[in-house]
């Protein structure tokens, strides 16, 4: 029995057999069951099933996550039963979704609007962190001209917060952004701003506006561009073609600016109030009981994606008081998973899973969880609640002493750490410190069933199983892989590849370099696809990194595989969760199966409309075949050029292979 047959039969057996499956269909990397009883399935056995990498629960859906064999696995699934769907176009759209109750709408919402905030506000807030360690160790007079301008950009984007948020919640809501920001302008104005400030009663038609101060707020705009979204709407339906452009702007700006000043703004001011302050009040007054309880949960809290509605209350009080209490807890929440995954790397005899164990602990160290969450201490159950208690732990310090965060961090890991820069930063030191360790010896201690070696298996190594998210998955499930089917590899020409050797592959775009670690998408950040390099491109046009064919291209034009000449198996992936988009704004240039140059143009996209649709345009490149080699490294780092060199391959030292029978 090959290993596929193998691998379909178990799946078949551990989903809960062919009575349990309405619809099978698969992606380019999964197998995606409706089920009539997902709970029929047995997920911790197919996550330990030779040839399977995870499992997922999109909505209904359930995902069986394969790898590159997955066209083969599903074949042989339905040699033993036959069931409706059939298979999904790469890149395809996924089945239909179970609506989502309110509060997770609600959260979707909130999530929705503040990531793409996350940079502006993150730059900021660590140049107003660099700004204290300047005042702690003298390096700039605070009066002089360079500190007064470098204040100034750090607190710009608070002062003019709501006008970004205006124009990513229009976003959200399916209004004009512009207008949005027209409104929020409008609350801001300085001559306005000094009317509310100025101890008289202010009236408009005869209507009293209460005196609030909308700078760096956030619940007010929220409240006001939500209102206005709908009133646009309504204007848009009722106004003639011919005079919408002039009329639907004016009046919305006319309705909701008064509006937000009598009535939306101070009502959004008092939630926000209550919020925050209550928040504060809570913390200031539970102390340790609640640092531990915070500390304890906020792991579970940020599964749930419940941790996005505290992100506008931190910013909230961050802006109005100048400090807040909840960020540093999501600290030692992460330095208690990265410990927990230490441990695992500590005690682990499994040499591949050890690796992982020590990549994911440091990625998580730096503020990226989800790889040593999902992939390791989830995994193993017992690292999990080691890495809650190591949150507990460090949670109790910051409660006593009610460590605080003093602006917003660029990352709430390691990198973040000058953000906490104040009265409390010792004691949040003390906190980190604590948790990691706390995290990492339990883990040590109590240990945990491990990961079965592939050799004491008698079986070929397999990938890490590991259950990623619905949102930080979905995408990469649906791009193209360069090793495809047996059937689609033999209808597509292949080039003569020479043997595997080291080899420089060129930038695909323009634009500025990440690491991979550092794409918010869990999937590739972990490497579960493979090793690579990313890309924030400033140019809409993707190139061939190195002389090859390109074998094979999503249904949606999002992204491309390419096997280059010198054996490397690419997969170029322009944006995030871009599949959604159908195809629209993406332009392919070249053909399945057709041969390319190095520099050669192979896609172009609508950098702005993509943008505009709310997409984050980072592009991952990524190595899928990323075992043969012994070394992947970036050569740059900042700004690229579309044909600089950006990634070198080095080969493993060949094996010496016995001889004999």
């Known amino acids: 029995m090959s290993k596929h047959e193998q691998t379909a039969k178990a799946v078949l057996e551990k989903i809960g057999?062919?009575?349990?499956?309405?619809?099978?269909?698969?992606?380019?990397?999964?197998?995606?069951?409706?089920?009539?009883?997902?709970?029929?399935?047995?997920?911790?056995?197919?996550?330990?099933?030779?040839?399977?990498?995870?499992?997922?629960?999109?909505?209904s859906q359930f995902q069986v996550i394969i790898g590159n064999d997955v066209p083969n696995v599903y074949a042989e699934i339905n040699k033993r039963a036959s069931f409706g769907g059939g298979s999904a176009p790469a890149g395809g759209e996924d089945a239909p979704q179970t609506k989502k109750n309110p509060f997770s709408a609600l959260l979707d919402i909130i999530s929705g609007i503040f990531t793409p905030l996350l940079p502006a506000l993150a730059g900021a807030g660590m140049i107003k962190a660099l700004l204290s360690v300047s005042d702690v160790f003298g390096w700039m007079a605070q009066d002089g001209s360079t500190y007064q301008i470098l204040k100034a950009i750090g607190d710009g984007t608070f002062y003019f917060l709501p006008i970004l948020i205006a124009f990513s919640a229009a976003r959200k809501f399916g209004s004009s952004a512009f207008i949005a920001a027209a409104i929020a302008a409008a609350i801001l104005h300085p001559d306005l701003t000094a009317l509310l400030g100025g101890g008289t009663a202010v009236s408009f038609l005869?209507?009293?506006?209460?005196?609030?101060?909308?700078?760096?707020?956030?619940?007010?705009?929220?409240?006001?561009?939500?209102v206005s979204s709908y009133v646009e709407k309504l204007f848009n339906k009722v106004i003639p073609s011919a005079l919408k452009v002039l009329l639907v702007p004016m009046l919305t700006l006319l309705v909701i600016a008064p509006a937000t000043l009598i009535a939306i703004g101070p009502l959004g001011s008092l939630i926000g109030d209550g919020l925050s302050g209550g928040i504060t009040y809570l913390l200031d007054n539970t102390g340790i009981f609640g640092g531990i309880l915070l500390g304890g949960t906020m792991s579970l809290i940020i599964m749930t994606g419940m941790h996005w509605a505290l992100v506008p209350i931190a910013i909230l009080a961050i802006a109005e008081q100048g400090f807040d209490y909840i960020l540093p807890i999501m600290f030692v929440a992460n330095l208690g998973q990265a410990?927990?995954?230490?441990?695992?790397?500590?005690?682990?005899?499994?040499?591949q899973f050890k690796s992982?164990?020590?990549?994911?602990?440091?990625?998580?160290?730096?503020?990226?969880?989800?790889?040593?969450?999902?992939?390791?201490?989830?995994?193993?159950?017992?690292p999990f609640v080691s890495a809650l208690i190591g949150g507990a732990a460090g949670g109790a310090v910051y409660g006593l002493f009610h460590v605080k965060i003093y602006t917003m961090a660029g990352s709430v890991g390691l990198p973040g750490i000058p953000a906490m820069i104040g009265p409390t930063f010792a004691y949040g030191l003390v906190g980190i410190g604590l948790a990691f360790i706390t995290a990492t010896v339990v883990t040590f201690l109590i240990g945990f069933e491990d990961v079965a070696s592939p050799a004491s298996a008698g079986s070929e190594p397999q990938p890490v199983a590991a259950t990623a998210s619905a949102d930080a998955s979905a995408d990469a499930?649906?791009?193209?892989?360069?090793?495809?089917?047996?059937?689609?590899?033999?209808?597509?020409?292949?080039?003569?590849?020479?043997?595997?050797?080291?080899?420089?592959?060129?930038?695909?775009?323009?634009?500025?370099?990440?690491?991979?670690?550092?794409?918010?998408?869990?999937?590739?950040?972990?490497?579960?696809?493979?090793?690579?390099?990313?890309?924030?491109?400033?140019?809409?046009?993707?190139?061939?990194?190195?002389?090859?064919?390109?074998?094979?291209?999503?249904?949606?034009?999002?992204?491309?595989?390419?096997?280059?000449?010198?054996?490397?198996?690419?997969?170029?992936?322009?944006?995030?969760?871009?599949?959604?988009?159908?195809?629209?704004?993406?332009?392919?240039?070249?053909?399945?199966?057709?041969a390319v140059t190095a520099g050669q143009p192979l896609l172009t996209f609508d950098m702005s409309a993509i943008r505009a649709a709310g997409y984050d345009l980072t592009t991952p490149m990524i190595v899928t075949n990323t075992k043969e080699y012994a070394g992947i490294a970036g050569v740059r780092s900042g700004a690229v050029e579309s044909g600089q060199p950006l990634l070198k391959l080095d080969v493993a030292a060949p094996r010496l292979e016995a001889s004999g029978d």
């Open 339 to 351: 410990g927990a995954a230490f441990g695992v790397f500590l005690r682990s005899r499994n040499v």
């Open 206 to 226: 005869g209507l009293p506006v209460t005196s609030v101060t909308y700078s760096s707020s956030v619940i007010p705009i929220l409240l006001a561009v939500w």
């Open 477 to 594: 499930a649906a791009a193209p892989t360069p090793a495809a089917s047996a059937a689609s590899a033999a209808a597509v020409p292949q080039p003569v590849i020479a043997k595997l050797r080291d080899t420089e592959l060129l930038s695909p775009l323009t634009g500025t370099v990440k690491a991979l670690a550092d794409v918010e998408d869990v999937t590739f950040a972990g490497e579960y696809m493979g090793k690579g390099i990313a890309v924030m491109p400033t140019a809409g046009v993707v190139t061939a990194p190195a002389d090859g064919i390109v074998n094979s291209l999503a249904v949606t034009k999002h992204a491309i595989g390419m096997q280059t000449a010198d054996g490397a198996e690419l997969l170029i992936h322009v944006g995030l969760n871009t599949v959604r988009l159908k195809g629209r704004h993406f332009a392919v240039l070249v053909e399945e199966g057709q």
């Open 17 to 59: 057999g062919a009575a349990n499956v309405n619809t099978m269909t698969h992606c380019m990397t999964r197998l995606r069951f409706e089920l009539k009883d997902n709970t029929k399935a047995d997920r911790a056995a197919l996550e330990n099933t030779p040839g399977v990498m995870g499992t997922n629960i999109a909505g």
């Open 356 to 382: 992982l164990a020590l990549s994911t602990s440091f990625s998580a160290m730096m503020g990226i969880t989800e790889p040593a969450m999902y992939g390791v201490n989830m995994r193993l159950k017992k």
